[in-house]
């Protein structure tokens, strides 16, 4: 009487290759959610980047919107810092009376355009001109 005994160590081709198969569906969805990641910090970066640079402006130009109510063309013109890496970046300062010159109410509105495609930040800001 022999006692036979198969003993098998290892695993078997079969199940190393569901192994792989899953593990790369693993390392490939993981790469997907990493790009997503990188990409919206990318894009959460410029956008705040703009709102620092519109909120600059303006406070920069609200001294200007506290003379009479009039229409003023900003000066000197706005610019945006070299160091801002924005991609095509543009901006626009407009200080103007929306109720008339009766109110003595001046808006003064910053626009930043940025990115491709085009996106855009713009704040307001109300001065009393008494």
Do not use: W
Request: proline residues 7%.
């Amino acid at each position: 009487m022999s006692n036979h005994h198969s003993t098998q160590s290892g695993f078997s081709a079969v199940e190393l290759l569901i192994s792989l198969f899953i593990a790369a569906a693993f390392i490939a969805t993981g790469y997907q959610l990493y790009s997503v990641v990188i990409q919206n910090g990318s894009d959460a970066r410029q956008e705040a980047q703009a709102n620092n640079i519109a909120y600059q402006n303006l406070r920069t130009y609200e001294p200007e919107a506290t003379t009479p109510c009039s229409a003023v063309t900003p000066s000197p013109t706005p610019t945006i810092p070299s160091s801002s890496n924005l991609t095509s970046p543009s901006i626009t300062v407009t200080i103007s009376c929306p109720y008339g010159t009766s109110l003595n109410l001046s808006e003064i509105d910053v626009v930043v355009k940025y990115g491709i495609p085009q996106q855009e930040v713009e704040h307001a800001l109300f001065v009393d001109t008494h």
